[in-house]
């Protein structure tokens, strides 16, 4: 019998070993993200579907296949679907030449202009729908102009859907694009490929997974639209999501809002499904450089014509609906002035709309915004570290669990807070906290779709050279890992604080009287009838602008050593 040297049995067994503590450390980043989805998630949506679905203690199981069958159902859901997906796309033509601007093309006022166009994402649905309806609707600037009104129409939505998303493809693209290193593409022309080819076989395939990425997260967005349609799309159109929100608030029909969440939770979880099994991220080691390297002035009059339509796209999709929110602040009673500005510092002139100023709603917003963004850095991070791995059931299953709030009602998720976290050791409808945790619910999924392409792209060879020299997994990604992602980091922390600014749906429910945000008083200011309160309502929407528009553009500032524009 022959016995194999041990030095053999040694050698063979270190992959092993390897694997086993790289498995170890996934599922060591996997704990945290699981336990808060798990709590802040999965428990309340769980706690609001039971509550609909049983009567003395049974479950009724009959009303789902009653709400299912419906007809009225089915053509919700189609619409649902048609205007996210159309919404999508249109999203997506009209952005990803403003992600190649951003990019690659230096120009004055670029990091203004680009603080600007996320505004709109993180304004109250509310808000920007009647914007929209003043630019489309009866009266508008359309109607006045050349007698044309768009307000009622899938137009009108899909068109304020653009106006929301834009910055989702510009960010999320853009980010990855502009630290793609042009020298590739350079190659491929000079070994006789042209510039639409090498553009389609060297750029586009390093770009298709933060393409995939905007795409999921935009049409997430619409899949749950609420205020837009609502306002935009009058009687004739209905989301789930405003479906949910009647069968609850207004008709009282809990069971039937259980019911059609569980029809939009499936939709999602189908979804990033087909997601997973088709156009799920196949990041390629890429060669990542500066992006202020890869800026430059346009060239030509191609490249300047191209600036030029970008601008003009920005300008009438995105400052016109702005401006005329700003105009619409001044507009008072007696001429344009600083009547509703002044309005906003006594809690006596809303007719009891508050117990404090609704200015102190900026406070508000700004202590909850930070306190979201520093819990959805951490557990994105984690998470987005954990998913670095592109194989295997458990990082699918893990991907799209963090997806899931994107597509769920917030509608749902409020309630759920309500009903589920009332009792201890989980009593916190009383903590300021409570705000916070819902907002990075969202939040989350923003900073992983955003580090996930930087983290994948990062040559695996370094990080095993870190090791050989001896350093623990800890320390490789410490050294390795976070100085090439500190761009997608600090792109991440704006979009979580961006969103949790502009959270409306489950704070609505859950933020205390004497403690509002911005986007919860503009609400109750715009339930309110009387001009007083809706000139408040539009002022208060101008402060979130701007408070919004600054936050962006001192991020638009920041440096991190080699890593980019942020």
Not at 77 to 98: D, E, H, K, M
Not at 235 to 250: D, G, K, N, S, W
Not at 385 to 400: E, I, P, S
Not at 551 to 556: I, S
Request: aromatic share 10%; proline share 6%; with cysteine.
């Amino acid at each position: 019998m022959v016995l194999a040297r041990p030095e053999v049995a040694v050698e063979a067994a270190a992959p092993k070993a390897r694997g086993a503590r790289r498995t170890a450390v996934r599922l060591g980043l996997m704990a945290l993200p699981l336990a808060f989805f798990g709590v802040f998630f999965a428990y309340p949506v769980a706690a609001i579907v039971s509550r609909g679905l049983t009567a003395d203690g049974r479950w009724q199981f009959g009303r789902i296949g009653e709400v299912v069958t419906d007809p009225a159902t089915a053509h919700v859901l189609w619409f649902t679907t048609w205007q996210a997906a159309a919404s999508t796309a249109l999203t997506l033509a009209l952005a990803l030449p403003g992600a190649y601007v951003f990019a690659r093309f230096d120009f004055p006022g670029k990091g203004l202009l680009r603080a600007v166009v996320t505004v709109p994402f993180v304004l109250p649905t509310v808000v920007a729908g009647s914007a929209f309806l003043a630019l489309l609707g009866r009266g508008g600037l359309l109607d006045e102009l050349w007698g044309v009104r768009l307000d009622t129409t899938v137009w009108a939505i899909l068109l304020a859907h653009v106006f929301f998303n834009y910055a989702v493809v510009v960010r999320t693209v853009g980010g990855l694009w502009g630290q793609l290193d042009p020298r590739q593409e350079e190659a491929a022309r000079v070994l006789g490929a042209g510039r639409f080819a090498a553009w389609r076989r060297v750029t586009l395939p390093a770009l298709a997974p933060a393409v995939a990425a905007a795409a999921l997260m935009v049409f997430l967005f619409t899949f749950t639209s609420f205020g837009t349609v609502q306002i935009l799309g009058g009687p004739r159109y209905a989301t789930l999501e405003v479906e949910i929100y009647q069968q609850t608030a207004e008709l009282l029909d809990l069971p039937t809002a259980a019911v059609l969440t569980l029809v939009q939770f499936a939709a999602v979880a189908l979804l990033l499904l087909v997601h997973a099994r088709t156009v799920r991220r196949r990041e390629a080691t890429l060669r990542l450089v500066d992006a202020r390297r890869t800026a430059r002035r346009p060239r030509g009059a191609a490249q300047w014509t191209l600036l030029a339509a970008v601008l003009a796209v920005v300008a009438l999709l995105i400052l016109l609906p702005l401006v005329v929110l700003v105009l619409r602040s001044f507009d008072g009673p007696d001429g344009y002035g600083t009547v509703f500005y002044r309005a906003l510092a006594s809690a006596g002139d809303n007719g009891g709309t508050f117990v404090v100023p609704p200015l102190e709603a900026i406070g508000n917003s700004v202590s909850y915004g930070l306190a979201a963004t520093a819990i959805a850095v951490v557990v994105g991070g984690l998470a987005a570290a954990a998913l670095t791995r592109r194989k295997g059931f458990l990082v699918r299953g893990f991907d799209a669990l963090l997806m899931l709030p994107l597509g769920t009602s917030a509608v749902t998720v409020g309630f759920g807070f309500l009903i589920a976290l009332d009792e201890p050791p989980l009593d916190l409808r009383t903590s300021w906290i409570l705000v916070p945790l819902a907002q990075a619910l969202v939040g989350v999924p923003f900073v992983v779709r955003t580090m996930l392409p930087v983290l994948r792209a990062v040559d695996p060879r370094l990080r095993e050279a870190a090791a050989v020299l001896g350093a623990s997994p800890l320390r490789a990604w410490r050294e390795v890992d976070l100085p090439m992602v500190g761009r997608a980091l600090a792109v991440s922390a704006g979009f979580a604080f961006a969103v949790s600014l502009g959270e409306f749906g489950a704070t609505v429910f859950i933020a205390r009287p004497d403690s509002p945000t911005l986007p919860v008083a503009v609400a109750r200011l715009l339930g309110r009838p009387g001009e007083l309160n809706y000139g408040q309502a539009m002022a208060l929407s101008t402060v979130l602008m701007l408070v919004c528009a600054a936050a962006l553009l001192v991020l638009e500032r920041v440096r991190t050593d080699r890593t980019g524009e942020f």
